[in-house]
């Protein structure tokens, strides 16, 4: 329990980091007169401040919502026996919120950072000389995998020690006894593990897209950016806590997963309003701060999505021993990615 508290000093730590970075970058940017590229002419219509205002804390309680009622369904509804974490129900819906989340990451967060790092706005060399969005992702992956894999060892050292002074009878016949108790505790280990890093993916995805909604005065797009967050936050919500459930953690951990999870991305939108006078979406430094976050991001969900989520469900013994529940988690795969990639056209 220990590790999981320093795992949220560390994202908080984070969370404050960024903030404070990207103030500090947006305020050196306009003292110093850096240049900010205009990627276009704007339309008079869209571009209002008050009107966009407006729209951002209807936003803010939007997102809060759909944030608070989707990482929470799951540990709500745990006491009902048909979504209990091993029928096959919530096996489907699962199925259906990581679809929405390895969607999140090809579809939104990976297209955004190859139109920052891409920009005209910066030098071409080295930005459009070398594919950063792609390396940095990949390099995100890999870090991510020594994590998740430095993290299962050092928990399995902690949590499975080595039994002493046992008798050879009691080997014999309670070795498979043993053998069951710390297959189970392995399991625990890797859905908590799982559980903390895909939240502190999402909490640095969630940051810079809440600060980019907070900055712009585009009425058209944060009102289209709305609904898509909404029904973003709902399902990936839903997948993240799922994770929860089932890495069976107490009452006030699980309280901490929701809360910050609920809050990032309407702390940055409330971060990004702030900033707005001083902080331009298109000035180069931020660009390529919000295009490596962007890319950072998109090589842990996918990989989270990806090793995870669906791979440790499908090749798991449950799938791979029903296949019409195999097919139906299939579609809802399906269903969750496709409907998630459709949000794209708007946001």
């Not at 995100?140 to 002493?164: C, G, H, I, N």
């Not at 593990?193 to 895909?198: D, F, G, M």
């Not at 609920?262 to 707005?276: E, H, K, R």
Request: aromatic content about 8%; glycine content about 8%; hydrophobic content about 50%.
């Amino acid at each position: 329990m220990a590790s999981s508290y320093q795992m949220y000093k560390l994202i908080t730590i984070l969370i404050i980091f960024f903030s404070f970075t990207l103030t500090c970058l947006a305020e050196n940017a306009e003292l110093a007169g850096v240049g900010q590229c205009k990627s276009g002419p704007r339309a008079s219509f869209c571009h209002n401040n008050k009107e966009s205002r407006k729209l951002k804390f209807i936003a803010i309680a939007s997102i809060l919502a759909a944030s608070m009622i989707g990482v929470s369904l799951p540990l709500i509804t745990r006491k009902i026996p048909a979504l209990g974490p091993d029928r096959d129900l919530f096996v489907i819906v699962k199925a259906l919120a990581s679809g929405v989340i390895l969607a999140t990451g090809y579809m939104h967060v990976l297209p955004d950072s190859f139109a920052d790092l891409n920009s005209f706005c910066l030098p071409r060399k080295p930005w459009r000389k070398f594919p950063f969005t792609t390396f940095i992702a990949m390099i995100s992956a890999l870090f991510t995998l020594m994590v998740d894999s430095y993290a299962m060892s050092w928990q399995k050292k902690r949590m499975l020690k080595p039994q002493e002074n046992v008798v050879d009878e009691t080997l014999e016949n309670g070795s498979k006894e043993l053998e069951k108790e710390n297959d189970a505790k392995s399991q625990l280990i890797r859905y908590q593990v799982i559980a903390q890093v895909l939240e502190l993916g999402i909490v640095v995805h969630s940051i810079v897209i809440g600060l980019a909604m907070g900055a712009s005065d585009n009425k058209c797009t944060i009102r289209s950016l709305i609904a898509a967050l909404c029904f973003h936050q709902l399902f990936e919500g839903m997948g993240l806590g799922g994770c929860i459930l089932q890495a069976q953690y107490g009452g006030k951990m699980r309280l901490i997963m929701v809360f910050f999870f609920s809050v990032t991305t309407p702390l940055g939108i409330a971060l990004g309003m702030l900033l707005q006078t001083v902080y331009s979406p298109t000035s180069p430094t931020a660009l390529i701060v919000v295009g490596v976050l962007n890319a950072c991001s998109a090589g842990l969900l996918n990989y989270m999505a990806l090793v995870d989520l669906l791979g440790a469900d499908f090749l798991g013994p449950k799938l791979q021993g029903n296949m019409k529940l195999q097919s139906l988690a299939y579609v809802a795969v399906f269903l969750g990615a496709g409907g998630m990639s459709l949000m794209a056209k708007w946001a």
